[in-house]
């Protein structure tokens, strides 16, 4: 070949875009707001010495050309981790080698698109390149959109011919954004916005704080249950996961000696339903000591039981009535408290007492109890015992009472009613 000829080499280098406009390093810019201009001049990239080391690149078998004179050699990287909002960096570049012609130029620009939309494109280059070295051209940009992407290219001269051909064709995988949080009263682990590529499986672990439980797992707004581990299969679209949970509450049911009976564990504003009571002897249950619906705090819980008033009071009094009106009364009047609790008198009324009459009961020497009075000082019973009383009725007038006398005379008479009423000592 006659030195002065000069060898024109023709590269075609393609990549695909994404679907979302990326950002071109080198090389005419992706669209970022304005279409991509496919008449600017190539510029190479300042920052090369940032671009990944060449052990890291992949060689497009398919698209390499070896020759005799020169060869050329197209090649890809892909960033090992997505960018802050889950794009991929694509790095592409394509060398020419000049094996024995004076020069070689090169003589397509190259146009790269992602799934068929631009996203970098390689412009007229003038450099040239004498035998026994090489030459290459590069450009960059980011791949969105959660899934697996195509790059191809396309080349067109733009001088002369071209000898030989190449480009790019080649997936890129984006990893899909799955969102995660835990609403108040937990947390979901791992939680934020994970990156996870196609048909990978990702785990996620749910746990309650205390005093509440997980209430559900929510994907994209679906409940899956009251999940503690939930697992996204064979991931293929962008997720949100929300961790929910439910305030909850404890309560307690004690006996009187705070011995447990049952513990419930119930959600807020919810009722819970109670054991049985345990039965107790001389008392009567009659419900517990809290609301046991629409719970809102921690309740500890116990029995409210009634005390079984039981009095025993002597139904009759056997009285002697003289001729002169003189009334004999016994020496003792016992009232037993039958109760497991001490009583108080709260009533002592009479009826029937005949007019003019005078009757006083009294507790050790002092008047407790008068029909003209009433009650006049309460007594207090301690529990299962009894007090002695004395009854007193003044003498009878023998002429106003002598019906009373004479019957009394004949034979057993009422005299008066005596009612008593007790209640328990608090």
């Known amino acids: 070949m006659n030195s002065a000829l000069k060898a024109i080499i023709v590269s075609s280098a393609c990549i695909a875009a994404c679907l979302l406009a990326p950002v071109v390093a080198c090389g005419q810019p992706a669209d970022d707001g304005r279409n991509i201009v496919e008449t600017d001049k190539y510029v190479p990239p300042e920052d090369l010495d940032t671009w990944p080391s060449d052990d890291r690149w992949i060689e497009i078998e398919d698209e390499t050309v070896i020759g005799e004179n020169s060869s050329q050699i197209s090649e890809y990287c892909i960033a090992d981790a997505p960018n802050a909002d889950g794009s991929v960096t694509v790095y592409i570049r394509t060398t020419q080698i000049n094996h024995r012609y004076q020069y070689i130029q090169w003589t397509t620009t190259k146009t790269i698109y992602c799934d068929g939309r631009v ?41 002369g011919g071209t000898e030989i051909t190449t480009g790019w064709n080649f997936p890129v995988d984006v990893p899909y954004v799955i969102t995660a949080n835990a609403e108040i009263g937990g947390s979901i682990d791992p939680a934020g916005a994970l990156f996870v590529y196609p048909g990978k499986h990702q785990e996620f672990h749910i746990e309650a704080d205390d005093g509440y439980r997980i209430k559900a797992v929510l994907v994209d707004g679906v409940n899956q249950g009251p999940l503690s581990t939930y697992e996204l299969v064979s991931t293929g679209a962008d997720h949100i996961i929300t961790a929910q949970f439910q305030k909850t509450w404890t309560v307690t049911f004690c006996d009187v000696d705070d011995e447990v009976l ?27 000591d809290a609301p046991l619906d629409s719970i809102g705090s921690d309740l500890t819980v116990h029995p409210v039981y009634e005390a079984n008033i039981c009095v025993r009071v002597p139904t009759r009094v056997a009285c002697t009535i003289a001729s002169d009106g003189s009334v004999i009364t016994p020496s003792s009047y016992e009232i037993e408290n039958l109760s497991v609790v001490p009583v108080a008198s709260s009533t002592i009324t009479a009826r029937g007492v005949p007019d003019g009459a005078h009757i006083e009961l009294d507790l050790d020497s002092q008047c407790v109890f008068s029909s003209d009075n009433g009650l006049v000082e309460p007594f207090v019973i301690p529990a299962q015992a009894s007090e002695c009383f004395t009854w007193h009725i003044d003498p009878l007038d023998p002429k106003a009472h002598r019906d009373l006398i004479d019957r009394a005379a004949e034979g057993p008479t009422t005299f008066c009613t005596i009612d008593f009423t007790f209640e328990a000592v608090a």
């Open 119 to 159: 996203v970098a494109y390689i412009g007229e280059d003038d450099r040239t390149v004498s035998a026994g070295d090489r030459m290459t051209q590069y450009a960059k940009f980011d791949v969105h959109g959660g899934g697996t992407h195509r790059i191809t290219s396309e080349e067109k001269p733009f001088r």
């Open 262 to 288: 049952q513990q419930d564990t119930v959600d807020d504003g919810s009722s819970v339903i109670p054991p049985e009571i345990p039965e107790r002897e001389g008392y009567t249950a009659i419900g517990w």
